[in-house]
């Protein structure tokens, strides 16, 4: 396999995520169809940091295309960032963060998956308790069904992507 088409590294959402208190850690949860091309860049974004030294306190999760099946992490954790794909017509590889209330603070072009992921959000907002969202998106232009390969410029956006969730988890532990 080359470089640019390794396999997907196995980060699941087994019991081992509640083994203990998670209500001083963070979650990062990077969603996305790894088969749709740049669409998956939030599973990429995910890969990449599950081959990082990260602190004690943070955990990463692929979260594909979940939805609702997501939803029981939000109630584990304190702080949770978002990271996926969105067709929002600002020039390929643009990193924005954006901190989400309810599912109309979304950006109105997620990737494919949206509907879901903004209905589970909306749904996470009837829990006891809610965490705190982040979410990072990385524009892209087009969606390439069944591709590995993420175009250049958005491949490029995944270490700075990371670079700045690292900043900001750091922030937030501080405030846990």
Same mark, same amino acid.
């Given at each position: 396999?080359t470089d640019s088409l390794k396999a997907p590294v196995a980060v699941s959402s087994d019991a081992f995520y509640f083994e203990k208190d998670k209500s001083r850690s963070i979650l990062i949860l990077g969603v996305g169809n790894y088969l749709m091309g740049n669409e998956g860049v939030g @599973?990429?974004?995910? %890969?990449?940091?599950?081959?990082? +030294?990260?602190?004690?306190?943070?955990?990463? #999760?692929?979260?594909?295309?979940?939805?609702?099946?997501?939803?029981?992490?939000?109630?584990?954790? +304190? =702080?949770?960032?978002? @990271?996926?794909?969105? $067709?929002?017509? %600002? +020039?390929?590889? &643009?990193?924005? $963060?954006? /901190?989400?209330?309810?599912?109309? *603070?979304?950006?109105?072009? $997620?990737? @494919?998956?949206?509907?879901?992921?903004? *209905?589970?959000?909306?749904?996470?907002? #009837?829990?006891?308790?809610?965490?705190?969202?982040? #979410?990072?998106?990385?524009?892209?232009?087009? @969606?390439?069904?069944?591709?590995?390969?993420?175009? &250049?410029?958005? +491949? %490029? =956006?995944?270490? /700075?992507?990371? *670079? *700045?969730?690292?900043?900001? &988890?750091? /922030?937030? &532990? =501080?405030?846990?």
């Amino acid at each position: 396999m080359t470089d640019s088409l390794k396999a997907p590294v196995a980060v699941s959402s087994d019991a081992f995520y509640f083994e203990k208190d998670k209500s001083r850690s963070i979650l990062i949860l990077g969603v996305g169809n790894y088969l749709m091309g740049n669409e998956g860049v939030g @599973v990429h974004v995910i %890969q990449e940091m599950a081959t990082m +030294k990260l602190p004690d306190n943070v955990d990463i #999760l692929d979260g594909g295309t979940g939805g609702f099946l997501l939803l029981h992490c939000f109630e584990a954790y +304190k =702080a949770v960032i978002f @990271v996926d794909a969105t $067709l929002d017509g %600002q +020039k390929e590889g &643009t990193i924005s $963060l954006i /901190r989400p209330k309810f599912a109309s *603070d979304f950006p109105s072009a $997620l990737s @494919v998956h949206d509907v879901g992921l903004k *209905d589970m959000i909306e749904a996470v907002y #009837l829990l006891e308790n809610k965490p705190d969202i982040h #979410l990072f998106t990385i524009s892209i232009n087009e @969606v390439v069904p069944m591709s590995l390969e993420l175009s &250049t410029t958005v +491949k %490029q =956006a995944i270490p /700075r992507t990371i *670079d *700045d969730i690292i900043k900001l &988890t750091k /922030r937030l &532990t =501080a405030e846990l």
